[in-house]
């Protein structure tokens, strides 16, 4: 979507007879967003795409928010949830607002139809499993921390693939733009000339994987396509495939991206969030704070200063490492420090880390410039302790990391010599409550400077 980018089979030139080997003409769709202004795509289809034998409401996606008048810290262990729906209908609604909606996704079942958010653009970040999404732009391959844009409009269905013995269930973060803005690089990593990315972007053009082949599938049937639009899902039928396209172009459509391709910007002293940038839209920022040497000031404080964002709610979702700042952090937790109040390192980070020069965190946060509300499926899973976690003197909490530091030596042999001692067993699938276990195991020992 950043840059032009084609794919099959395209005329010379726009809107003039393109025919198909029939003597037919291929059916042209514009693509296009703001009015003709916007970035646009010009697809062409074997088979007009306007012909929909029936539709028909499905279901309400209008989500409920509670406790919209408490203003507190929130730390939600999303781990736990159990698998359920498919990439669509598994997906659970945890944070949003007018603008912009967080859910996770632990699917469970194939999708036997073809989705459409007509709404919204979606950022799907995924955490475990890979597959293959297919799309009317072509296909794309998609596997463990890659971000999946998919942009407003896009005929889509996610496939994930079997799960092998020793891999997690699939699991993923999504962020839609439910205001109808767009997900797009923030501009200053853009020319204003070109559309290029410029040398001081944390990513560029040969980071991103566009669509590719197969793209065109010509048959004649049923086929449901769910569109989602006006708080709704409607079933329409299709009398052909939905993705017949044999060839397109343009600036609008789906891609990957790799969070581990993100290049952190590290400076002398520490560095802000809008500097782990990766994404925006209207009224929210999506970065990525990825494994970095961290500040190199002899005197440095290499944690987060404590700070009063007074203009955004900040979520970050926890992918894996070890996030220094913060105790009790899991493999998908995600923490809500909301507006008005002012967070930062838990008690005795600051002492136990100085002198620390890389930092193996992994992580995704989504800033909103307007308060974020949690759904009861966010409470189910919160943390109540969270907000008291701040309450121990830095001093006495610097003691304890101190104690258990050099308590913690002795663990690795206790744990080899029952490895010995213990028949190996097979291996088995692993949740992401149990991912989440032994990341906390590593998190507080890793802690323990």
């Given at each position: 979507m950043?840059?032009?980018?084609?794919?099959?089979k395209?005329?010379?030139?726009?809107?003039?007879?393109?025919r198909?080997?029939?003597?037919g003409?291929?059916?042209?769709?514009?693509f296009?967003?703001?009015?003709?202004?916007?970035p646009?795509?010009?697809?062409?289809?074997?088979?007009?795409?306007?012909?929909?034998?029936g539709?028909?409401?499905?279901?309400?996606t209008?989500?409920?928010y509670?406790?919209?008048?408490?203003?507190?810290?929130?730390?939600?262990?999303?781990?736990?949830?159990?698998?359920?729906?498919?990439?669509?209908t598994?997906?659970?609604?945890?944070?949003g607002?007018?603008d912009?909606?967080?859910?996770v996704?632990?699917?469970?079942?194939?999708?036997?139809?073809?989705?459409k958010n007509?709404a919204?653009?979606?950022?799907i970040?995924?955490?475990?499993?890979k597959?293959?999404v297919?799309?009317?732009?072509?296909?794309?391959?998609?596997?463990?921390?890659?971000?999946?844009?998919?942009?407003k409009?896009?005929?889509y269905?996610?496939?994930?693939d079997?799960?092998a013995?020793?891999?997690?269930e699939?699991?993923?973060?999504?962020i839609?733009?439910?205001?109808?803005?767009h997900?797009l690089?923030?501009?200053?990593?853009?020319?204003?000339?070109?559309?290029?990315?410029?040398e001081?972007?944390p990513?560029?053009?040969?980071d991103?994987?566009?669509?590719?082949?197969?793209?065109t599938?010509?048959k004649k049937?049923?086929?449901?396509v769910?569109?989602?639009?006006r708080?709704?899902?409607h079933?329409?039928?299709?009398?052909?495939h939905?993705?017949?396209?044999?060839?397109?172009d343009?600036?609008?459509?789906?891609?990957?991206?790799?969070?581990?391709?993100?290049?952190?910007?590290?400076?002398?002293?520490?560095?802000?969030?809008p500097t782990h940038?990766?994404?925006?839209?209207?009224?929210?920022?999506?970065?990525?704070f990825?494994?970095?040497?961290?500040?190199?000031?002899?005197?440095?404080?290499?944690?987060?200063?404590?700070?009063?964002?007074?203009?955004?709610?900040?979520?970050?979702y926890?992918?894996?490492?070890n996030?220094?700042a913060?105790?009790?952090?899991?493999?998908g937790?995600?923490?809500l420090?909301?507006?008005?109040?002012?967070h930062?390192?838990?008690?005795?980070?600051?002492?136990?880390?100085?002198g620390?020069?890389?930092?193996?965190?992994?992580?995704?946060?989504?800033?909103?410039?307007?308060?974020?509300?949690?759904?009861?499926?966010?409470?189910d899973?919160?943390?109540?302790?969270?907000?008291?976690?701040?309450?121990e003197?830095?001093?006495?909490?610097?003691?304890?990391?101190?104690?258990?530091?050099?308590a913690?030596?002795?663990?690795?042999?206790?744990?080899?010599?029952?490895?010995v001692?213990?028949?190996?067993?097979?291996?088995?699938?692993?949740?992401?409550?149990?991912?989440a276990?032994?990341?906390s195991t590593?998190a507080?020992?890793?802690?323990?400077?």
């Amino acid at each position: 979507m950043p840059y032009y980018s084609k794919l099959g089979k395209i005329p010379s030139k726009r809107h003039i007879q393109f025919r198909r080997p029939d003597g037919g003409l291929y059916s042209e769709e514009v693509f296009g967003t703001e009015g003709f202004t916007g970035p646009t795509s010009t697809l062409y289809h074997i088979h007009p795409p306007t012909q929909v034998i029936g539709w028909k409401p499905l279901y309400s996606t209008k989500v409920e928010y509670v406790e919209r008048e408490v203003m507190r810290m929130r730390h939600v262990k999303s781990a736990p949830l159990p698998p359920k729906g498919d990439p669509i209908t598994g997906r659970v609604v945890l944070f949003g607002n007018k603008d912009v909606e967080m859910s996770v996704c632990v699917p469970v079942d194939a999708m036997k139809y073809h989705f459409k958010n007509a709404a919204a653009d979606e950022c799907i970040f995924i955490h475990f499993g890979k597959g293959t999404v297919f799309t009317q732009f072509g296909a794309l391959k998609f596997g463990p921390k890659d971000y999946i844009v998919i942009p407003k409009g896009t005929i889509y269905r996610m496939d994930f693939d079997a799960v092998a013995d020793g891999e997690a269930e699939p699991r993923f973060l999504v962020i839609e733009s439910v205001n109808g803005s767009h997900i797009l690089p923030p501009p200053r990593y853009m020319s204003k000339k070109t559309a290029q990315f410029l040398e001081h972007a944390p990513y560029c053009e040969r980071d991103l994987r566009t669509p590719q082949l197969p793209l065109t599938f010509d048959k004649k049937g049923s086929y449901e396509v769910r569109i989602k639009s006006r708080d709704f899902v409607h079933g329409y039928t299709y009398r052909y495939h939905p993705l017949d396209c044999v060839g397109w172009d343009g600036c609008y459509y789906p891609y990957c991206f790799n969070i581990d391709d993100f290049s952190p910007i590290v400076g002398k002293h520490h560095m802000p969030p809008p500097t782990h940038q990766t994404f925006e839209a209207h009224n929210f920022v999506i970065c990525s704070f990825c494994p970095r040497p961290l500040d190199f000031h002899p005197l440095a404080v290499v944690v987060p200063y404590n700070h009063s964002n007074l203009d955004s709610d900040e979520v970050l979702y926890y992918v894996e490492g070890n996030y220094k700042a913060r105790r009790g952090i899991e493999v998908g937790s995600l923490s809500l420090h909301p507006q008005g109040i002012a967070h930062g390192p838990h008690p005795g980070t600051v002492e136990a880390t100085l002198g620390v020069t890389h930092t193996n965190e992994l992580a995704v946060m989504c800033d909103t410039f307007a308060p974020l509300f949690p759904t009861q499926a966010a409470l189910d899973l919160d943390d109540l302790a969270y907000p008291q976690s701040w309450e121990e003197e830095p001093e006495a909490a610097l003691a304890r990391l101190r104690a258990a530091a050099t308590a913690a030596p002795a663990a690795p042999a206790a744990k080899s010599n029952a490895r010995v001692a213990t028949k190996k067993q097979p291996t088995k699938k692993k949740s992401a409550a149990s991912k989440a276990k032994s990341s906390s195991t590593r998190a507080a020992s890793a802690n323990t400077w």
